[in-house]
Structure formats: structure tokens, C-alpha cells
């Protein structure tokens, strides 16, 4: 078993920054890539941005320029860092993590971004 603890989610007017934070623990040394989801109201879970232990990375389009993902192997932690937001940023971002990419076997409870124009 994995568990995902998150942290950095907030309220942010546009234009804005913030930082998400992951740390994982557990069985970890089944999990290939790791990452983030979000989910706005009435939408899909969507993914956001994917990291694999080998540096690879995934962005939706929509984030591509202003979103960064990176990873602490050590820490077993994934940070995405959110520049120039806008409201429709808003959801709860979720963090995940997969033996696979972009298929998520692990789940961490969930963050609010709330980004005001």
C-alpha cells in the first residue's frame, strides 16, 4: 500500500502562485511515475502534470508554460508549482501515483485551489 499526503493548496487571486506538495510512503518502490489530477465541479478528473522516476514528464495542454512538476526521489515527494493561474485552474488537485504512467494505482485525499479573477 501507498500512501500520498498533500499540502499547498489555497485561494489565489489570478495571476497568482502557488506550490503543491506530495510526499509518499509505503510500498514505494513499486511506483513509476508520479503526479497530479484535479477536478472541477460538474468535470472529469483530469490529469495535470505526470512525472516519472526518470525525469520524464506529462502537462495537459492548458498548463503547459505555467505549471512545473519536479520530484525528490529522496524524499519520495512531487511538487507542482503553479504560476499565473487563472479561475479556471480552480478544482481539487489530486496527487497520484502509478506503476504505469498516466495510470494511477494510489490516491492522496485532495487539495482545494480556488483561484479568484
Known amino acids: 500500500q501507498v500512501r500520498l499526503v498533500e499540502s499547498g493548496g489555497g485561494s489565489v487571486q489570478a495571476g497568482g502562485s502557488l506550490r503543491l506538495s506530495c510526499a509518499a510512503s509505503?510500498?514505494?518502490?513499486?511506483?513509476?511515475?508520479m503526479g497530479w489530477y484535479r477536478q472541477a465541479p460538474g468535470k472529469q478528473r483530469e490529469l495535470v502534470a505526470e512525472?516519472?522516476?526518470?525525469?520524464?514528464?506529462n502537462y495537459a495542454d492548458s498548463v503547459k508554460g505555467r505549471f512545473t512538476i519536479s520530484r525528490d526521489n529522496a524524499k519520495i515527494t512531487v511538487y507542482l508549482q503553479m504560476n499565473s493561474l487563472k479561475p479556471e485552474d480552480t478544482a481539487v488537485y489530486y496527487c497520484?501515483?502509478?506503476?504505469?504512467?498516466?495510470?494511477?494505482?494510489?490516491w492522496g485525499q485532495g487539495t482545494q485551489v480556488t483561484v479568484s479573477s
Open positions: 509505503g510500498f514505494i518502490v513499486s511506483i513509476n511515475a
Open positions: 512525472i516519472t522516476s526518470g525525469g520524464n514528464t
Open positions: 497520484a501515483a502509478g506503476r504505469s504512467e498516466r495510470t494511477p494505482n494510489y
